[in-house]
């Protein structure tokens, strides 16, 4: 399987199959080059004196089309040869196609294919009034060619009529499918830990000839969880949400590879890829979408992420396998710090006079360093500070402040404090910890402890007697 290179200038033929303009049974009209006329027919000219080129509708006199609703009779008034001429890329391989049948009898054309002034014959077909013949084949651009011309040159048709025979249908001239696929995710960052970034993939088909079996995959991105149910194909064929169970529609998501995968085209199926045509007949191209959330883990870097889709170009005689890559996309993950606080009492019950001594200990567990940790810890009623006693920062009394500074990830810093206890009664003290960075959990900011303050014991009775 390969990935194709740089899109050569892409060819391919105007109106083809002969479908413009329509008409009703046939009508002999004037060719490209006769624009001034109401009624034309597009992209071929004729080396016809009278610049006329005739068209038949499917079935008319008995005769169907080979592809579509109409086709063309290469004689219209006289013997002569149908063409385009196109930009096209020294080196590149042009693939074509087409169906020819006789009129009468056995009809025969050649395919001349070259530099406008001198086209080389590449081959002559030769078919009854019975069936359609189908060929295909390849030409490459020669150096320094960069218009060609693809025409149709009457050789000789059963009856000896000249307005008569070579009938032509479903006609290809061009480059192969290239399939560029653009990435985009939404919002753009600096993104938070727990934020959802909206994924979105464009395959535009800028080549030639439609590109089949078209399956797009794109492997979630490290440090993300995928959101169920957040498939989507937002524009081209089958459009609209899908569920992510395999099989039952044209997309899935793949826990075992953790894996999103998008059958995309026309008649895309939840089995199969289907057929997107080039940016001239789909200019959107088709485009999917699916969402993310951003795990902890990824707290301080960056998320990178590309697509791929796998197609084939089945313009010649084998399928030939081709990959494409979209963008990488990379998010910026803002540093996340998850910490949490616990407070405890070295003794839960103290008599009035006596120390309350106090331990708070902060612990991050990252995933990335955490700055500027403020621990805010003020002493309640019923307690008057003593000291304060920590290796990290410093406890301002007035505020209840403990500035803890920076806290690696895996650390933890404590702080000692101690109080005397002047008021008879539960006391109640609590410590709340902040941080600069994203806090992922918050329900461990925060922790309690009560006390409870006793009466001072009586040393004697006031009242009493001295002897």
Known sequence: MTTPPTAPLRVTLVNGSFEQPAVTNYEILPDASQTQAPKYVPGWRTTASDHMIELWHSGFNGVPAAEGAQFAELNANEVATLYQDLPTTPGSTLYWRLYHRGRLGQDTMALDIG???????QRRFTDGNTAWGYYTGTYTVPEGQHTTRFAFRSVSAAGGNRGIGNFLD?????TAPHLVLTKTAAPVGPLEVGDVITYRITAKNEGGGAAESLVLSDDIPEGTTYVPGSLRIVDGPNTGPKTDAQGDDQAYFDEETNRVVFHLGNGASAGQGGSLPNTETVPAGTTVEYRVVIDRSAGG??????????YENRLGDTPEPLTATSNEQVTEVLPAADLNVTKSADATTVAVG????????VRNTGPNQATGVVVSDELPYGLTFLSADSASGTYDPATGEWAVGDVPDGATATLVLRAKATEAGPLTNSATVTGNETEPDTSDNTDSVTICVEPAPSCCTPCATRE
């Open 354 to 361: 006596q120390t309350v001594t106090y331990r708070i200990t």
């Open 301 to 310: 870097s960056q998320i990178s992420n590309a697509a791929t889709v796998t």
């Open 115 to 121: 530099a406008p002034g001198s086209p080389v014959e």
């Open 170 to 174: 479903g006609i290809f001239f061009g």
